[in-house]
């Protein structure tokens, strides 16, 4: 089995940082590009709780939030993954799971590695992991919340 494109999804939580190790060591052995995916998630399509947005507010907080992510995806590529021959950034708007899934096809990903569990949530097994876990056409590796390979 050839692994040449890996997909780690984060959410910025220290779950999804957890993985971290095993993307870095699977990715060093296998010489993969390692895709480092965020997704924002669509504030246009939230109920009210996120108060009365017109669209301008939206597209300013999205873009503020997108500007965020990449800064961040910028800092985790930089200090973890230097040893890495060759990361992409991806950051979408919409549903985690779906976006997850639609870079898998796009990219045509060989592997997913992700936490169990992002930053939220009180079960062992998130929402988001399921779906893409249950629906995704390649092997899903997750890693148990709040897990240390230190």
């Known amino acids: 089995m050839e692994i040449k494109k890996i ?16 993307v870095v060591s699977l990715v060093e052995r296998y010489g993969a590009e390692i895709h480092v995916l965020y997704v924002i998630e669509d504030l246009a399509h939230h109920p009210d709780w996120y108060g009365a947005f017109n669209e301008t507010r939206v597209e300013k907080v999205t873009d503020h939030m997108m500007q965020n992510a990449e800064k961040r995806i910028d800092q985790i ?8 021959p060759l990361y992409i950034r991806h950051v979408a708007i919409g549903d985690p799971a779906i976006e ?3 870079l898998v096809e796009t990219e045509k990903m060989d592997m997913v590695i992700m936490a169990s569990q ?9 929402s988001v992991t399921e779906k893409v876990v249950k629906n995704a056409p390649v092997p899903v590796v997750t890693i148990p919340a709040n897990s240390s390979n230190a």
Request: aromatic share 16%; charged share 15%; hydrophobic share 30%.
């Open 100 to 102: 997850i899934l639609k």
């Open 118 to 126: 992002g930053g939220k949530g009180q079960f062992p097994f998130g």
């Open 7 to 22: 997909l780690w999804p984060t959410d910025f939580s220290s779950n999804a940082g957890n993985a971290l190790d095993y």
């Open 77 to 84: 590529c930089t200090k973890y993954l230097n040893s890495c």
